[in-house]
């Protein structure tokens, strides 16, 4: 019995472990104007893909342990769309204070180009974010 157990333990971390999303983990964003930056955390919410702000940083690298948007949802409703690309979801924009239809592209060097579009996707702003972990 026991070791019934554990098999299925073991299958069940490894089955979920092959279901990860490639996009799924922590992701650093461009520097603003400022320098500051966010880690975002993307990961699956139900049958979609979602982010949200993990931590934020000032131009020299130090935490902003107070900042006002920590914990915010930041990209949701996004899908897959095979060979990387995502479609279909929201993002906010903390620096505007506006949400967009989004984006996204997962390249082979573990790059993510984000963009938030308007005017029906002909007006199209981005970045590209580099995987933390």
């Not at 320098?35 to 955390?41: E, T």
Request: glycine share 12%.
């Amino acid at each position: 019995m026991k070791s019934t157990f554990i098999a299925a333990a073991a299958f069940s971390v490894l089955s979920t472990a092959a279901l990860a999303d490639p996009v799924d983990g922590l992701w650093k964003t461009e520097p603003g104007d400022e320098g500051n930056y966010l880690h975002v955390s993307i990961q699956p919410c139900g049958s979609a893909i979602c982010g949200t702000i993990d931590s934020a940083f000032d131009a020299s690298g130090n935490q902003s342990l107070n900042y006002e948007n920590l914990g915010k949802q930041m990209i949701w409703d996004m899908q897959a769309q095979g060979d990387g690309a995502y479609g279909g979801g929201k993002i906010w924009a903390p620096d505007r204070d506006k949400t967009y239809s989004s984006k996204m592209q997962l390249d082979s060097q573990n790059k993510l180009t984000v963009k938030g579009c308007a005017a029906g996707g002909l007006i199209c702003r981005g970045q590209t974010w580099t995987r933390v972990q």
